[in-house]
Nanobody, 126 residues
Framework: QVQLVESGGGSVQAGGSLRLSCSAS????????MGWFRQAPGKEREGVGS???????RYADSVKDRFTISKDRATNTLYLQMNSLKPEDTATYYC????????????????????WGQGTQVTVSS
Protein backbone atom coordinates (compact mmCIF):
# COMPACT_ATOMS: atom_id res chain seq x y z
CA GLN A 1 0.00 0.00 0.00
CA VAL A 2 1.31 3.42 -0.92
CA GLN A 3 1.24 5.94 1.91
CA LEU A 4 2.15 9.57 1.52
CA VAL A 5 2.28 11.93 4.47
CA GLU A 6 2.71 15.68 3.99
CA SER A 7 3.90 18.16 6.57
CA GLY A 8 5.27 21.68 6.76
CA GLY A 9 2.31 23.84 5.89
CA GLY A 10 1.50 27.01 7.75
CA SER A 11 0.90 30.72 7.50
CA VAL A 12 3.41 33.18 6.11
CA GLN A 13 3.47 36.71 4.83
CA ALA A 14 3.89 37.49 1.17
CA GLY A 15 7.51 37.21 0.14
CA GLY A 16 8.21 34.56 2.73
CA SER A 17 9.21 30.93 2.37
CA LEU A 18 7.94 27.53 3.43
CA ARG A 19 9.15 24.01 2.84
CA LEU A 20 6.70 21.16 2.52
CA SER A 21 7.69 17.56 3.08
CA CYS A 22 6.15 14.33 1.88
CA SER A 23 7.35 11.07 3.35
CA ALA A 24 6.94 7.85 1.42
CA SER A 25 8.07 4.27 1.46
CA UNK A 26 11.43 3.46 -0.07
CA UNK A 27 9.83 1.73 -3.06
CA UNK A 28 7.50 4.63 -3.75
CA UNK A 29 10.25 7.16 -3.38
CA UNK A 30 12.67 5.44 -5.74
CA UNK A 31 10.32 4.00 -8.36
CA UNK A 32 7.54 6.47 -8.88
CA UNK A 33 6.80 9.76 -10.48
CA MET A 34 5.91 12.10 -7.62
CA GLY A 35 4.10 15.38 -7.87
CA TRP A 36 2.93 18.34 -5.88
CA PHE A 37 -0.53 19.70 -6.43
CA ARG A 38 -2.62 22.39 -4.81
CA GLN A 39 -6.26 23.27 -4.48
CA ALA A 40 -7.59 26.66 -3.47
CA PRO A 41 -11.15 27.05 -2.19
CA GLY A 42 -13.61 26.97 -5.05
CA LYS A 43 -10.97 26.02 -7.58
CA GLU A 44 -9.89 22.82 -9.25
CA ARG A 45 -6.83 20.97 -8.11
CA GLU A 46 -3.83 21.99 -10.17
CA GLY A 47 -0.33 20.71 -10.69
CA VAL A 48 2.54 22.60 -9.11
CA GLY A 49 5.40 20.44 -10.23
CA SER A 50 6.74 16.92 -10.41
CA UNK A 51 9.88 14.84 -10.25
CA UNK A 52 10.53 11.64 -12.13
CA UNK A 53 12.27 8.67 -10.58
CA UNK A 54 15.45 9.83 -12.34
CA UNK A 55 15.20 13.27 -10.75
CA UNK A 56 13.85 15.14 -13.77
CA UNK A 57 11.71 18.02 -12.55
CA ARG A 58 9.06 20.15 -14.18
CA TYR A 59 7.08 23.09 -12.85
CA ALA A 60 3.95 25.01 -13.58
CA ASP A 61 4.64 28.42 -15.08
CA SER A 62 3.03 30.09 -12.09
CA VAL A 63 5.67 28.75 -9.70
CA LYS A 64 8.71 28.43 -11.93
CA ASP A 65 11.79 30.12 -10.45
CA ARG A 66 10.07 30.34 -7.04
CA PHE A 67 9.41 26.71 -6.11
CA THR A 68 11.88 23.84 -6.11
CA ILE A 69 11.16 20.12 -5.85
CA SER A 70 13.81 17.84 -4.44
CA LYS A 71 14.20 14.40 -2.93
CA ASP A 72 16.21 13.10 0.00
CA ARG A 73 17.15 9.50 -0.61
CA ALA A 74 18.33 8.95 2.95
CA THR A 75 14.88 9.64 4.39
CA ASN A 76 12.65 8.80 1.39
CA THR A 77 11.26 12.31 1.57
CA LEU A 78 10.01 14.59 -1.17
CA TYR A 79 10.29 18.34 -0.63
CA LEU A 80 8.68 21.43 -2.06
CA GLN A 81 10.68 24.55 -1.25
CA MET A 82 8.49 27.58 -1.79
CA ASN A 83 10.10 31.00 -1.94
CA SER A 84 8.75 34.46 -2.73
CA LEU A 85 5.29 33.29 -1.76
CA LYS A 86 2.28 35.23 -2.99
CA PRO A 87 -1.28 35.40 -1.66
CA GLU A 88 -2.40 33.47 -4.73
CA ASP A 89 -0.28 30.54 -3.57
CA THR A 90 -2.74 30.03 -0.71
CA ALA A 91 -4.15 26.52 -1.03
CA THR A 92 -4.11 23.03 0.35
CA TYR A 93 -1.03 21.31 -1.02
CA TYR A 94 -0.92 17.61 -1.80
CA CYS A 95 1.81 15.24 -2.78
CA UNK A 96 0.94 12.36 -5.06
CA UNK A 97 2.61 9.38 -6.67
CA UNK A 98 2.17 7.19 -9.69
CA UNK A 99 4.23 4.31 -11.01
CA UNK A 100 5.11 4.91 -14.65
CA UNK A 101 7.34 2.96 -17.04
CA UNK A 102 9.33 6.08 -17.88
CA UNK A 103 11.85 7.35 -15.35
CA UNK A 104 11.67 10.95 -16.58
CA UNK A 105 8.18 11.46 -18.00
CA UNK A 106 6.19 12.72 -15.06
CA UNK A 107 3.44 15.13 -16.07
CA UNK A 108 1.41 16.96 -13.45
CA UNK A 109 -1.95 15.66 -14.57
CA UNK A 110 -4.29 15.19 -11.63
CA UNK A 111 -6.08 12.20 -13.10
CA UNK A 112 -2.84 10.35 -13.70
CA UNK A 113 -2.04 9.98 -9.99
CA UNK A 114 -3.79 7.27 -7.95
CA UNK A 115 -1.98 7.83 -4.67
CA TRP A 116 -2.42 11.00 -2.62
CA GLY A 117 -1.44 12.39 0.72
CA GLN A 118 -3.88 14.03 3.08
CA GLY A 119 -2.86 17.58 2.21
CA THR A 120 -1.34 20.43 4.15
CA GLN A 121 -2.62 24.00 4.27
CA VAL A 122 -0.52 26.93 3.10
CA THR A 123 -1.81 30.44 3.75
CA VAL A 124 -0.03 33.50 2.42
CA SER A 125 -1.16 36.87 3.69
CA SER A 126 -0.54 40.18 1.95
Amino acid sequence: QVQLVESGGGSVQAGGSLRLSCSASAHTYSSSCMGWFRQAPGKEREGVGSIGSDGTTRYADSVKDRFTISKDRATNTLYLQMNSLKPEDTATYYCAAVFLPSVSWCPTVVGLFPYWGQGTQVTVSS
